[in-house]
């Protein structure tokens, strides 16, 4: 069952509300949005039945309802978790949905979470790589994780757009180029340092992009971990095992065999980007992986039946 894990959904109203909060909507062409109208769905079914894509885990990109006001943030959670939903009772096999939730704001955060899993039927929840300037696994949101963790829940993490909140990046107009894959290794690196998956072990967490550089600085990060976490007694690496990488890099085949050599195939899971890689990109995004000269067996794990067994999902 071919399941892309990282696909993106834009209807009006979402769209509509994040840019008038004030976010970066500049990396969302007028081509992506219309998600909901008859023609886009029609669009988007074909892009998936020529890539031989069965169906697609929605999520928001990197419009969080992440907002300082805590009835804003309510709102533009409950907002996007209903539009998601209506369109997955819509389409049941073809799609599922990654829920949102109004952190930094604890208490409604763990209300919503539980209306979109338990009354909406959501797949999991999404989470950004960064809550309003800190850290997701900020030492405030640990109730958060111990629901999810008691749950067994998927939680697929995404950038936010803003450049590890470093001007260096953000003032050169980096944060989509380079600030993206940064966050994805931030969040990682975060991770190993709270000690999040030793502590919560039920956790199944997706990060994109294979982590960013993750796969290049690993070695680094577990030789610098007497500085940065030195009460640990877990390794970085085993850490990273834990988790699952999927494989939206734009078709580059010799960065999938380094992560699939850093990784192993069985923490790979097919992801696309999707809207943003559509048509010829989209099937570019599957092919590669069985272009990639990885050992008999292992795109087919990549493909097919990783991300199905993660979510719960395989036939």
């Known amino acids: 069952m071919r399941i ?54 929605l999520s928001v990109s990197s419009m969080y309802p992440y907002y300082e006001r805590e009835s804003d943030a309510v709102d533009a ?123 919560y072990p039920r956790l199944k967490i997706i990060v994109p992009h294979f982590g960013g550089a993750l796969p290049l600085v690993l070695d680094r990060i577990e030789r610098t971990m007497r500085i940065f976490a030195p009460d640990n007694k877990e ?7 834990r988790m699952w990488y999927d494989t939206q890099v734009a078709g580059r085949p010799e960065i999938l065999r380094y992560a699939h050599a850093v990784f192993g195939a069985e923490r790979l899971v097919f992801g696309s980007d999707f809207p943003l890689n559509r048509g010829d990109a989209y099937l570019r995004a599957a092919n590669y992986i069985r272009e990639a000269g990885l050992p008999a067996g292992d795109a087919e794990k990549i493909l097919d039946h990783n991300a199905a067994r993660l979510l719960g999902l395989e036939k």
């Open 4 to 57: 892309d894990v990282h696909a993106h959904y834009f209807p009006a109203p979402l769209f509509e509300r994040f840019a008038r909060m004030g976010g970066d909507i500049s990396y969302i062409s007028p081509a992506m949005l219309g998600g909901g109208t008859a023609h886009e769905i029609e669009a988007r079914l074909a892009n998936m039945e020529a890539v031989g894509v069965e169906m697609q885990v």
């Open 77 to 199: 959670a409950r907002e996007a978790n209903d539009l998601y939903a209506e369109l997955v009772a819509r389409y049941p096999t073809r799609f599922k949905a990654f829920a949102v939730t109004p952190l930094p704001h604890l208490d409604a955060a763990l209300k919503e979470l539980a209306r979109a899993m338990d009354t909406l039927g959501m797949a999991g929840v999404t989470v950004g790589t960064s809550v309003m300037n800190r850290s997701t696994v900020d030492e405030a949101f640990e109730p958060f994780y111990a629901e999810l963790n008691r749950r067994g829940a998927v939680i697929f993490v995404h950038p936010v757009g803003l450049g590890v909140c470093s001007p260096l990046i953000r003032d050169y107009g980096l944060s989509w180029s380079i600030g993206a894959p940064f966050e994805d290794t931030t969040f990682v690196t975060h991770v190993i340092k709270r000690r999040i998956l030793e502590r």
């Open 235 to 241: 390794s970085a690496t085993a850490t990273v095992k």
